[in-house]
């Protein structure tokens, strides 16, 4: 599959349809999309509250590492206790805590063998801790906990009859899970799926339910490669569930789960959509919480990147109602990823191009197009584009009476080679579908792109150093602001009633009489 950041490719040649346009789409996506990885934090270090460590804050009380390490192998439960706790604390205090020292230390495997002290309860806790703060430093770090067989122990601890020893388990797990794809499906196999999801309750406290979600989070991230099918249909109905609670953070955890499934592929979309989630997140566009309104724009977003029914699912919610809002939202990161949706409504059907004109959207996009920040810009640009390659000769004049012309070619200016190859793709398809048939509309496309100076640009353009650019600008010029037919009437020989007389002055000398 090529670049997931590329959109270039599925607009480079004229006249693409609809089907084509979107059987792209779904290989492809915005750099919006593909970038932004940490709304949620995949992992946290467990910090405590200032009074706790105290009395590791001055450096003149802070015990040796040395003395730490033997200590916390001592047979003396106080002594073993007081030595985990003061290993928690020097990962727990400090802005760069010595992970890596302590790991060279050789305590892991130390702290690892206090897990299984179901004896002691606080030992239990302070290991816990201490490996969950190690767990969240680098790959490496984190593996090294792994290496050390922890991921068991931890599972096992989510059984415990202390609480706090559990939500530390989970908190830790939630680390070793957010460090990628290869830790989250190795504690997946090693079952962690069914024991996290029960502590999901009325009982459970506040605290622990947010970092059982952020672990389930953590469970739906990362897609290359996804999460196992078979895992994320466990899940569903649990953050189904979720969905509907009414702390912000729960909320806004859970769907930014659902828009890491749905952008994991066409097959997770429709796990989704089957778990009848989807009209819920349609409602949380219009959700008072702007985090909330932004994962929620982001789900639906990546489920119309999907095929024209699972699009036709979102539009039956009656999504682009809240779209109006969206568009002139004061957020221009709200702004951005609505015009993103739209730009993937507009590269579909006809029939949703349609809904996208009769919902009054279109002079929403074009003025964004026309004034926005360059990165809705660019989005904007992409939905014109879109309907120009999927919509119907109607509707592609429908946007050209709405004023699209100008601010389109503008963006011909922009130092962003593929945004430009984008605009001359839409402005030949504009071209092309109106001038097929120029008896049936007042339209002078031509005319239009010239007085806005478009013409100068996209003739400037032929000189551009991509090739991709140059040529079709080149090829924009030759088809449709070249007249194939026009001559050149200082060297046309005149037609009169005796045919074509051409004057003998320019005859060197001869007289030639036809």
Not at 262 to 271: F, K, P, R, V, W
Not at 273 to 302: C, M
Not at 326 to 339: F, R
Not at 376 to 388: D, F, M, R, Y
Request: hydrophobic fraction near 40%.
């Amino acid at each position: 599959m090529a670049d997931p950041k590329d959109r270039s490719s599925y607009f480079k040649n004229k006249g693409k349809d609809g089907a084509t346009s979107r059987q792209q789409r779904t290989q492809t996506s915005v750099e919006l999309r593909k970038n932004k990885r940490d709304e949620t934090l995949n992992k946290r270090r467990n910090v405590p509250i200032p009074e706790d460590i105290d009395d590791i804050d001055e450096a003149g009380d802070r015990p040796q590492l040395s003395d730490i390490v033997c200590n916390a192998a001592s047979s003396d439960p106080t002594i073993q206790l007081a030595a985990v706790q003061s290993a928690r604390k020097l990962l727990s205090s400090d802005r760069n805590p010595p992970i890596d020292e302590l790991i060279e230390s050789g305590i892991l495997p130390i702290l690892v063998q206090c897990l299984d002290r179901d004896d002691n309860a606080s030992l239990q806790f302070e290991a816990a801790w201490a490996l969950t703060n190690i767990a969240s430093g680098t790959s490496e770090q984190t593996r090294a906990v792994v290496e050390c067989g922890a991921v068991v122990l931890f599972l096992r601890l989510l059984s415990s009859p202390h609480q706090n020893v559990c939500e530390q388990a989970v908190w830790a797990l939630g680390n070793i899970i957010g460090d990628g794809p290869q830790c989250r499906d190795y504690v997946i196999q090693l079952g962690v799926v069914d024991p996290l999801l029960k502590f999901i309750s009325d009982e459970i406290p506040m605290t622990f339910l947010r970092n059982v979600t952020w672990v389930i989070v953590n469970l739906c991230r990362n897609k290359e490669p996804p999460p196992p099918s078979d895992t994320v249909q466990r899940l569903l109905p649990a953050l189904c569930v979720l969905i509907n609670h009414s702390d912000t953070n729960i909320l806004v955890d859970t769907v930014w789960a659902l828009s890491y499934l749905t952008d994991a592929g066409n097959h997770y979309i429709q796990l989704v959509i089957d778990s009848q989630v989807v009209p819920k997140l349609v409602e949380l566009l219009a959700s008072p919480e702007v985090k909330v309104q932004t994962a929620a724009l982001r789900a639906v977003g990546n489920i119309v990147t999907g095929t024209d029914e699972q699009t036709q699912h979102v539009l039956n919610c009656r999504a682009l109602v809240h779209f109006p809002a969206l568009l002139q939202h004061h957020k221009e990161k709200i702004n951005k990823e609505a015009v993103w949706f739209l730009s993937n409504i507009t590269a579909g059907s006809r029939d949703q191009v349609q809904l996208v004109i009769d919902a009054g959207l279109i002079p929403y996009v074009i003025q964004h197009l026309l004034k926005s920040d360059f990165q809705t810009q660019k989005e904007a640009a992409w939905a014109i584009s879109n309907l120009a390659i999927s919509g119907s000769k109607e509707q592609v004049e429908y946007i050209v009476m709405q004023g699209v012309i100008p601010p389109f070619c503008n963006m011909l200016s922009v130092k962003d080679t593929q945004i430009v190859q984008v605009v001359l793709d839409g402005l030949n398809n504009i071209l092309r579908l109106i001038s097929d048939a120029p008896e049936e509309t007042t339209l002078d496309i031509g005319a239009l792109i010239e007085e806005c100076g478009g013409l100068d640009k996209i003739e400037a353009l032929q000189g551009h150093e991509n090739q991709d650019i140059y040529r079709m600008a080149f090829s924009i010029i030759d088809t449709y602001f070249s007249p194939e037919d026009e001559e050149d009437t200082a060297i046309a020989p005149e037609q009169g009633d005796a045919g074509f007389q051409f004057d003998p002055g320019q005859n060197s000398g001869q007289n030639f009489n036809f």
